[in-house]
């Protein structure tokens, strides 16, 4: 098992699953202002998805100066967390602690 790092600022925090990254990634971190819509979204995981989901890849590159590298890596970060992660899971224990 290997173990996921929580990579925000610098932040070298280490869990045993994705579910636990992506809840200290949202209630430890501060929240993430969208360049491209001004939307407020959690740090992390979170704005990887709204970035990737709302926007275009075009959109993502000229509003955060980011180049092919930066997007797959992201796209990278956002398909592994989605292949291990139990979301509903997730979004049920942030929607119980009310940081969602």
């Given at each position: 098992m290997?173990?996921?790092?929580?990579?925000i600022g610098g932040?070298?925090?280490?869990?045993?699953d994705a579910e636990a990254a992506i809840i200290h990634q949202t209630v430890k971190h501060e929240r993430h202002q969208c360049?491209?819509?001004?939307?407020?979204?959690?740090d992390g995981?979170?704005?990887?998805?709204?970035?990737f989901e709302e926007h275009s890849r075009a959109e993502?590159?000229?509003?955060y100066d980011a180049d092919s590298s930066a997007v797959r890596?992201?796209?990278?970060v956002k398909q592994a967390v989605e292949a291990e992660a139990d979301?509903?899971?997730?979004v049920a224990e942030l929607k119980q602690r009310d940081a969602l």
């Open positions: 290997s173990l996921w790092t929580c990579g932040c070298e925090e280490r869990f045993e360049t491209v819509c001004g939307n407020i979204v959690p995981y979170f704005a990887i998805r709204h970035a993502y590159v000229r509003a890596t992201r796209e990278d979301l509903h899971a997730v």
